[in-house]
């Protein structure tokens, strides 16, 4: 794909700046927002490819901006936020967002969540997680072609990252796939943040799996290992 268009949504003037001039370095082109709304409108009328996204702005929280976004689009989400708390983590990642990083963060972390996010552009473009099969387990399908998944007939709502993961555990269902294999898989690496994330996801997935706890469980943890997508 050509050098895609990124929307950085930062109200700190010299983080703003830095994580401009590191996009600049690898020639990536890049609009800027220091409020919510600007932010908004800006991804509304520019359709950027990724947005880079500060949680705590002046006029909004970055998760209402979040969920806003997600109401028309599926671009990918990468929070950069001085919140480390997995309440805050967990807020972000429920509500859309592809991707946490922490501040204080280092511009080759994050020309790597970038390289991993447009890889997973790539993937989908080329259909890695398409076809034309329906998966079916219990209560739950998934429509590959459609890129839709249903519990007991009703759909469910999945951020971009979720239903990755939902289409990874189900092309190997009765497998234990470990953290690194899935970080690998859905990140394009394996750091220990990143295994931080794929907990968070893989609980608000199993949430969305398992609204009532008498139902039967889908996803299983293997402690220490991984997961496995129980064949109901």
Request: with cysteine; net charge negative.
């Given at each position: ?17 830095l ?20 932010a908004?409108?800006?991804a ?10 500060d ?7 970055g ?22 708390e ?147």
């Amino acid at each position: 794909m050509d050098k895609p268009l990124i929307l950085i949504v930062e109200d700190d003037p010299p983080i703003r700046n830095l994580i401009s001039a590191t996009l600049k370095t690898q020639d990536y082109k890049f609009i800027t927002a220091s409020n919510g709304e600007t932010a908004i409108a800006e991804a509304a009328s520019h359709n950027p490819d990724i947005m880079l996204l500060d949680l705590g702005l002046p006029d909004m929280d970055g998760v209402s901006v979040i969920k806003r976004v997600r109401s028309w689009s599926n671009m990918p989400i990468i929070v950069i936020s001085a919140r480390s708390e997995d309440s805050d983590k967990i807020a972000a990642l429920d509500a859309g967002a592809d991707d946490y990083l922490t501040k204080p963060f280092s511009v080759e972390e994050l020309l790597a969540r970038l390289r991993a996010t447009l890889r997973r552009i790539a993937a989908a473009e080329n259909g890695d997680f398409a076809g034309g099969a329906i998966f079916e387990n219990g209560e739950l399908n998934i429509d590959y072609a459609a890129g839709c998944a249903y519990l007991s007939g009703e759909e469910l709502h999945l951020t971009p990252i979720e239903y990755k993961l939902l289409c990874l555990l189900a092309r190997n269902v009765g497998k234990v796939l470990t953290h690194t294999y899935i970080t690998g898989k859905i990140w394009g690496r394996s750091w220990d943040s990143d295994i931080a994330s794929l907990r968070v996801f893989m609980a608000t997935l199993r949430k969305k799996l398992q609204p009532d706890p008498t139902s039967p469980e889908y996803i299983q943890t293997h402690i220490g290992v991984g997961y496995r997508m129980v064949k109901v």
